[in-house]
């Protein structure tokens, strides 16, 4: 039986390219002023830091804006996307390195109704499938960022053991970094929660 169980700090510290994969499965719950919505993830991408992923919004450096990607790991670094979506991501390897691993896609496991309230007239099936979807269904705001999300008013736990994953390029990232020579993308074949694929125009061949 493949149980879920709640990671220590160590978990999160690992390369997000490994850690990516492991989380396909988990459960992030979010308790907000409205109730708690809970989702099992099913997609994922990993990004590395300074220096090394050009699709990671740390490649050139610290700034205001990604800080938190250089913080503690096991924490949230959040964004916004387009200036319309708020994207989460869950920061990875030991604080100083810049990393992290973007949730694309999830299922509603828990608060299916309030899920509903939050999105009204989208399928099940989308309520968090796509980044955005994610964080709204969730009720996570941009003010979170920076959260523990080892403690209240999140949980998180992961499988006990992986499941398969398939992986591929990054979905929308341009240039060398949405290309093959990065398949950092992770999901659980046939899974319901998984996002389409949308290649970036300009994503390098």
Known sequence: ?????????????????????LLLGAVLAFDAPDGCVAIRLSELEAYRGVGEDPGSHAFRGRTPRNEVMFGAPGHLYAYFSYGMHVCLNIVA???????????????????????????????DRDLARGPGRLAKTLGVPLEARGSDLLAPPFTLQVLAAPLHAASGPRTGVGGEGGGSRYPWRFWLPGDEGVSPYRRHKLAAE
């Open 1 to 21: 039986m493949n149980d879920l169980v709640t990671p220590d700090r160590a978990f999160f510290e690992q390369d997000p390219v490994a850690l990516a994969p």
């Open 93 to 123: 390897r030991p604080a100083g390195t810049s990393s992290g691993v973007l949730m694309r896609g999830a299922t509603v496991v828990d608060g299916i109704e309030l899920a509903r309230r939050r999105r009204p007239g989208v399928p």
